[in-house]
């Protein structure tokens, strides 16, 4: 009768594939947390958020330190954060809009949770930090546009955290899962009749994405 060997360690490991190169997407939910629509976080205020999407498409490199983990870089050549919301103005229903098209790149430590160097298909998770740069910034009231001086500042920086699901197909990778980008900085432009200080406006969003990558 045959032998059943279950001890994977009397194989040879799979080579370590240190270099992946691929394309990125994501879409959720964004925040532009300034006074209005922290005012609107308060179930007693008579501002109301609406339900905003943000989005982002980019390119990725990565490079494995190992089967378990490596660095991933990101460059969204688009990025957009939208933040709509309601408030009344002297009697009147206004509805009003925040869009922020940005570029932003990111880099990241990713950890895979592997029990078998065999396995196809893995638990991740990544955090790092990122650097964003405004394009463009529209303000609309009730949905026109308004040509004003700009009310934001051109850079931000913040935090990434990320969760997700990896799956090795021959020499390509597909990964998919929920990250989240915090914004750590007051983006509100100063303004000799209103300092920044007085209304800090930050950025958020909660995101679901999914990258393919080549592995070299």
């Given amino acids: ?5 279950t001890d994977f360690d009397t194989f040879p490991k799979p080579k370590t594939t240190r270099l992946e190169v691929g394309i990125i997407g994501s879409i959720g939910n964004s925040w532009v947390f300034n006074n209005d629509v922290k005012n609107g976080l308060n179930r007693n205020s008579l501002i109301l958020n609406n339900l905003s999407a943000g989005y982002s498409i980019g390119g990725l490199l990565v490079y494995n330190f190992n089967n378990k983990s490596g660095l991933e870089l990101e460059y969204d050549f688009y990025s957009v954060h939208n933040q709509g919301y309601d408030f009344y103005n002297e009697g ?24 078998s160097p065999y396995r196809k298909r893995v638990f991740l998770i990544k955090s790092g930090l990122f650097l964003s740069h405004s394009i463009k910034e529209q303000t609309s009231i009730n949905w026109v546009g308004n040509a004003a001086n700009s009310s934001f500042s051109t850079f931000d920086f913040g935090l990434n955290l990320g969760a997700g699901i990896e799956q090795r197909i021959s020499q390509f990778k597909v990964e998919y899962g929920v990250k989240t980008d915090v914004g750590l900085r007051n983006i509100t432009a100063n303004s000799i009749s209103f300092p920044k200080k007085f209304n800090y406006t930050s950025t958020y969003i909660l995101s679901g994405y999914i990258s393919f990558r080549y592995v070299f």
């Avoid at 009768?1 to 060997?5: A, E, G, H, N």
């Fill in 92 to 115: 009147r229903l206004i509805h009003k809009d925040i869009r922020l098209k940005q570029q932003k790149i990111s880099l990241d430590y990713k950890m895979r949770f592997i029990n």
């Fill in 1 to 5: 009768m045959p032998t059943l060997i």
